[in-house]
């Protein structure tokens, strides 16, 4: 078997980011959907440290990594604000069923 | 414990025989039985101290009747036997879980919140050499590790399925969250002074006696520093005052409400045990760690070998005996009080200080 | 096979089953359950490309502040009509579909891909020089988070403020 | 460096081993009598109504929010507090105007009242909200604890 290299680290992100897209594109929950676009910066990442530490030799992307975890955790706490508003609005937080824009 | 690894891999010849990363783990996973059961032992000794403690300040005896149960000697060891026996039942107690719960999860909340305790004691100093895992993130580790209880404690409220349950594991999710910056602050105010999370070097940069501790640097500022952490991780640890998510009165027993037998042994015994990490953590970054008091008296003799791990011990119970002393004295605080001392007191005081001490050293 | 391949299969594994019961799981607080799993392998894997700082932020930001917002949110958005916070799920044989094929495309772009790789150096502890970079090559983007904080604190508080009234 | 990080991961292991095997002994030792009653959801011996799924107050999430982002604050600081002492004033300077910033946003919350928790409404039982109740039963709360009682 080949030594774990780049290669290994961004098949590992790739999917990931697969899987993250998979539960954006079919859960009903807006919740779990935000898990899922969690999931994808997840394997972003990855990929940033992966290349750091394989191609650059410095430490750039963990400091771009840190960043994406910052906005992550902005974008959830906002996000999260929005999903309960359209609870309180509509009753439902059903992607499928919040549909409309009056109440 | 490279060394501790070297001396070992020379001394036997079976062991040298395995490889040197098998054989590491070998004696990770011992060292980190051990702890388990030093955690166990741990909560059982502070069991019975703090029944005798509150006991005493009650001026009440505690608990007196468990001893050898020889004859003669019936009478004496002041019922030293008391939390074995309560051990042994809670392990023969029959482990019931509501027909309404999740069981996976059920089972799994206990866990989380253990081994989340039990990683965190990896990184905290004993001795000059005498620490499992010597990491460079050490203080961070523990802040980040620890946080992991938070969702421990969710899931075993939400996974019960009870009223109780649920309300004790928001509660103290949402108290655990409050306090964790004023603790986080108050830790880094000691980063920045000292320039590195290592703990070996925060304690060695303590060295010298009484006076060169980090509590009495900057006076009174540290000093300050030290009191905001210690409230914060009290209330980190869901010890009174700050005990709200289990308040008996009013939540039955919090998340725990559900748990019988041993399952809820484990949440006792990390809470116990999490006392003691909080006093080893905090003797350590504020408190000299395995400093003496003493400094070059006689040499530094009372700095060296098993002095080291005596000293941190005896730290950490003081640390231990003060949060009991507070538990027995004062009452419960409510709700808005607590979210005030959190947001409104200790939180703006920890920046304060950031600010102060940061002009100090500047100038 | 050595003990850094080992950990990292046992890590990529652990990281893709759990975020692989996250997708597929029906319950709300499983989905969460296998997120924080997730999370948690991935940390390893930062560790395993020497990120220590990275792993430790990744446990405190995501793990005990995310995740913990995301129960939250969940306790706080379920409707209370069944025991069981179910979620459903739409359109999964197409999902699947497209997402197969994008990873069967991302695969064979990694592989066919001349990445130009140096040898990696030595771990070393990352957490001074993360600072350093922090106070001076990307300074900017340190203050403009700060404003990004700033920004999604005042608003996301108005917006869940907004139900009281 | 991996070494270090390998240890909490096998004392996590070790433990979770521990917890494991005391559940085992215990499985074993104990006795198991199961019923309906044991079974119930407790709810201090009354039969559980509904389920438990109670809507939360609101501020749950505000706090947790604020928390989210003075916890990412806290991630900025710590790699500036590593290094404060080599940079000097600079850098508190640039670290000052972070924390000012986001200190607006704690003034904020404070000011909109999203740090205040329900209080208890302790007026209704002053000595000024109902003076003759207050001193009636200042006088004889044997009276007034015996008709609870009653």
């Known amino acids: 078997m080949i030594q774990v290299g780049l290669h290994h680290f961004l098949i590992l992100s790739a999917v990931l980011f697969s899987l993250g897209l998979l539960a954006v594109l079919t859960k009903k929950n807006a919740v779990t959907v935000l898990m899922g676009i969690e999931l994808i910066l997840n394997a972003a990442n990855i990929n940033f440290v992966a290349f750091a530490r394989y191609t650059d030799n410095g430490i750039h992307g963990q400091v771009f990594a840190v960043f994406v975890i910052v906005t992550a955790a902005a974008g959830a706490a906002v996000a999260l604000a929005i999903v309960l508003n359209i609870y309180k609005q509509l009753k439902t937080v059903n992607l499928d069923e919040a549909d409309s824009l009056a109440r | 414990m490279k060394d501790l690894l070297d001396s070992i891999l020379q001394g036997s010849s079976f062991l040298a025989n395995l490889s040197e990363v098998a054989l590491a783990i070998l004696l990770l996973a011992i060292a980190g039985l051990l702890f388990a059961g030093v955690a166990a032992v741990c909560a059982l000794v502070f069991v019975y101290v703090e029944r005798k403690v509150a006991a005493h300040m009650q001026d009440r005896l505690g608990p007196m009747e468990v001893n050898t149960g020889i004859p003669l000697l019936k009478n004496i060891g002041h019922g030293w036997a008391q939390t074995i026996a309560d051990a042994l039942k809670l392990l023969l107690k029959e482990d019931i879980v509501p027909g309404a719960a999740d069981r996976k999860l059920h089972l799994i909340a206990p866990f989380i919140i253990f081994c989340s305790v039990l990683a965190a004691v990896t990184v905290l100093p004993f001795g000059e050499k005498l620490v499992v895992s010597d990491m460079n993130i050490g203080v961070f580790f523990v802040l980040a590790i620890t946080s992991f209880s938070v969702i421990g404690m969710i899931l075993a409220g939400w996974a019960s399925n009870n009223k109780w349950s649920l309300l004790g594991g928001m509660r103290s999710a949402a108290q655990i969250v409050s306090y964790e910056i004023p603790s986080g602050l108050a830790v880094l105010i000691v980063v920045m002074q000292v320039g590195s999370l290592n703990f070996g070097d925060i304690v060695a940069a303590q060295a010298g006696g009484l006076f060169h501790w980090n509590v009495f640097r900057f006076f009174p500022l540290n000093l300050i520093a030290f009191l905001i952490a210690f409230l914060a991780t009290l209330a980190e640890a869901n010890r009174a005052p700050f005990d709200l998510p289990e308040a008996e009165s009013e939540l039955t027993a919090g998340f725990a409400t559900e748990y019988s037998g041993f399952k809820w042994a484990v949440f006792f015994l990390s809470e116990y045990f999490n006392m003691f990490l909080i006093g080893v953590f905090l003797s350590s970054l504020f408190l000299g760690g395995w400093h003496s008091p003493f400094g070059g008296l006689l040499g530094g003799f009372f700095d060296k070998g098993l002095w080291q791990p005596f000293w941190v011990i005896l730290k950490a119970v003081v640390i231990i005996f003060l949060q009991m002393w507070l538990r027995w004295t004062l009452p419960r605080l409510r709700v808005d009080q607590l979210m005030y001392t959190s947001w409104k007191v200790l939180t703006p005081f920890a920046f304060g200080l950031i600010f102060f001490i940061g002009l100090w050293m500047l100038f | ?111 066919r891909t001349e990445w130009a790789m140096l040898e990696p150096g030595e771990f070393q502890p990352t957490t001074a020089s993360i600072g350093r970079h922090f106070m001076t090559d990307y300074l900017i983007p340190f203050e403009v988070a700060s404003v990004l904080l700033l920004v999604a604190l005042i608003g996301a508080a108005y917006m869940a403020r907004r139900e009281k009234s | 460096m991996l070494f270090n990080f390998a240890a909490p991961l096998i004392f996590i292991l070790a433990g979770a081993l521990f917890i494991a095997l005391n559940l085992v002994i215990s499985r074993l030792l104990q006795p198991r009598f199961p019923s309906v009653g044991k079974a119930t959801t407790y709810e201090c011996g009354e039969i559980p109504i509904g389920t438990s799924w109670i809507q939360f107050n609101i501020r749950f999430y505000v706090i947790a929010l604020i928390f989210v982002i003075f916890d990412v604050e806290i991630v900025f600081l710590i790699p500036w507090a590593v290094v404060f002492k ?65």
């Not at chain 3, 652990?14 to 607080?29: H, K, P, Y």
């Open chain 3, 1 to 111: 096979m050595n003990a850094f391949d080992i950990s990292f299969y046992i890590f990529a594994a652990g990281a893709v089953v759990s975020a692989a019961v996250m997708v597929f799981a029906r319950n709300l607080i499983y989905c969460a359950v296998g997120l924080l799993f997730a999370l948690a392998n991935v940390a390893a894997i930062y560790v395993l490309l020497g990120a220590d700082f990275l792993a430790a932020t990744q446990l405190m930001i995501y793990v005990g502040g995310i995740l913990a917002l995301l129960l939250f949110g969940i306790m706080l958005s379920v409707k209370f009509t069944g025991v069981e916070l179910r979620t459903g799920t739409l359109q999964m044989l197409p999902g699947l579909l497209v997402v197969a094929g994008l990873l069967g495309l991302l695969i064979r772009m990694i592989l």
């Open chain 4, 86 to 150: 080599d940079l000097g004033l600079f850098a508190f300077v640039e670290m000052m105007i972070f924390i000012g910033m986001l200190l607006l946003g704690l003034a904020y919350a404070w000011r909109k009242g999203d740090l205040e928790w329900d209080k208890p409404e302790t007026d209704k039982f002053s000595r000024e909200a109902a003076p003759e109740l207050f001193e009636e039963i200042s006088a004889r709360p044997e009276k007034v604890t015996g008709e609870l009682v009653g």
